[in-house]
């Protein structure tokens, strides 16, 4: 059966709205609204919707489909795998040859040390699994007073209950009592929101030294972790200072306080760089991927464990109370696989650093350097932030806590462009696919949906 055929656009949008808890969603308002834009299909950097609307998607999915869609090779990876092993797990001493070729490139392609890996569904259960593992890890060590985790303010960690704690989002703790206890945050690296009349460099260094006050004021002791994304994608493509990772590189290692990088999004080629943290020079203890690692395809997380905690886990840790039914499931791990041999075969990742991310970065701040709406245009390889305020000159925001953002984002909308609002910053983060031409497209729907927001604001 033709599924796309068998209803009309509208009946599938009422279906929708009768049936459907959409994520991150009000439902009141999306059915006030009409419903739904339903996607149908999508090749390369474009999707089409029910109504047969083209759509640019400079936001690859959810900052995932970096090798692009329509990748025939993955399907015909899938297809075979799901004739020859569709399923197995992964417990009870067993393993399926595409999870072990899969942890085995895992630790050659991640920074030096990490050479053990925890599999899993999602960024937010990646997250979780590493609350327990470093709790059991502390525990082993004969430290059990380690149990304070120290994220971030605007920290997107993910959506179940420890990933949300770590998280920084204050309407994601309001609606369910969280954090946890035992989870606390400090002021992100954000420049242009929080620095006030300190240089970047200054600012950098300064939103470090919150780490360090914070871990002093809780007693090292009782200190686990510090987690953090290399570039803060959901807070709002922050981009640190350079000056900020080296020092709480630092603090983490003179308060024997264990360094998470999440690079759940800026993992696999995101910033030009395999790894956010090879941009910085990061060195984790642990690092967490999703999204990229199978181009969104299929689910998959990972846990990256580094030579410390690994040692200690296995040499002293007995059984390790904790897996999912498809930690390591065959097809998403032969997915990731082929992914990953995308991404170097067609030099992707290389691509992102030296021409396709240095071209959007440039198109982007020529189309804004002096548009009245936009204080900063931000970035690194192929993920953008594009900051819209009141006034350029004083850095002062609109007031109503995110409302240009979202005018912005319905004019993208209109323009058959996919960006994002994160309260008042539209956020990018294309296919690492994306054509030079196809960047020249983005920026000028991006530009005519800026100006139509400016003229309604009347500053245009
Ligand atoms: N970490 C980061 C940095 C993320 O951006 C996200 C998702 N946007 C997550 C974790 C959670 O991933 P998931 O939605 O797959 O649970």
Same mark, same amino acid.
């Given at each position: ?338 992914? #990953?041999?995308?991404? +170097?075969? *067609?030099? !992707? =990742? /290389? &691509?992102?650093?030296?021409? @396709? ?76 696919? #994306?054509?030079?031409? +196809?960047? *020249?497209? !983005? =920026? /000028? &729907?991006?530009?005519?949906? @800026? ?10």
């Amino acid at each position: 059966m033709d599924i796309h055929a068998s209803r009309s656009a509208a009946d599938w949008r009422r279906a929708d709205t009768a049936h459907h808890l959409h994520p991150f969603t009000d439902y009141k308002a999306l059915a006030d609204e009409g419903g739904s834009r339903i996607i149908t299909r999508a090749d390369g950097v474009h999707l089409w919707d029910s109504d047969g609307r083209r759509i640019l998607d400079g936001m690859a999915g959810l900052w995932c489909v970096n090798v692009g869609y329509g990748r025939r090779e993955l399907a015909d990876v899938a297809h075979r795998q799901m004739l020859e092993l569709p399923y197995y797990n992964t417990f009870f001493k067993t393993a399926t040859i595409p999870s072990v070729a899969l942890a085995e490139k895992l630790s050659a392609l991640t920074p030096a040390g990490l050479d053990h890996v925890f599999f899993a569904n999602s960024g937010s259960e990646a997250n979780d699994t590493v609350v327990r593992l470093v709790r059991h890890y502390w525990n082993l060590c004969g430290k059990p007073g380690k149990k304070t985790f120290i994220g971030r303010q605007y920290g997107y960690h993910g959506s179940t209950m420890a990933a949300v704690s770590l998280s920084g989002m204050a309407p994601m703790h309001g609606q369910a009592d969280l954090p946890l206890p035992g989870f606390t945050h400090v002021l992100p690296p954000y420049w242009y929101g929080h620095g006030g009349d300190m240089d970047p460099e200054a600012f950098g260094r300064h939103a470090a030294r919150l780490l360090e006050e914070k871990i002093l004021e809780l007693g090292p002791d009782s200190v686990a972790a510090f987690i953090g994304e290399p570039i803060q994608g959901a807070g709002g493509v922050i981009i640190p200072p350079e000056s900020y990772w080296p020092e709480v590189v630092r603090i983490c290692r003179e308060h024997d306080v264990l360094l998470i990088a999440d690079e759940v999004i800026c993992g696999f080629g995101r910033t030009g760089h395999w790894f956010g943290s090879d941009l910085y020079g990061i060195e984790p203890d642990i690092m967490t991927l999703a999204k990229g690692i199978t181009s969104g395809y299929v689910p998959l997380s990972a846990v990256m464990v580094g030579g410390r905690v690994a040692s200690t886990l296995v040499e002293d840790g007995g059984e390790f109370y904790h897996g999912f039914t498809y930690s390591g499931h065959p097809l998403a791990c032969a997915v990731a696989l082929e992914n #990953i041999a995308i991404l +170097e075969r *067609d030099g !992707l =990742v /290389e &691509r992102t650093r030296t021409d @396709i991310g240095p071209y959007l970065q440039q198109r982007l701040r020529e189309a804004f350097a002096d548009h009245p709406l936009v204080g900063e245009v931000r970035g690194v390889g192929l993920i953008a932030g594009i900051e819209l305020v009141k006034d350029r000159q004083r850095r002062t925001f609109w007031p109503g806590g995110g409302k240009i953002g979202q005018m912005c984002r319905d004019h993208c909308f209109a323009n058959d462009l996919v960006m994002r609002a994160v309260r008042d910053t539209m956020v990018l983060a294309p296919p690492l696919v #994306i054509t030079r031409d +196809e960047v *020249d497209d !983005l =920026v /000028e &729907r991006a530009t005519r949906a @800026i100006d139509a927001t400016a003229r309604d604001l009347g500053v245009m």
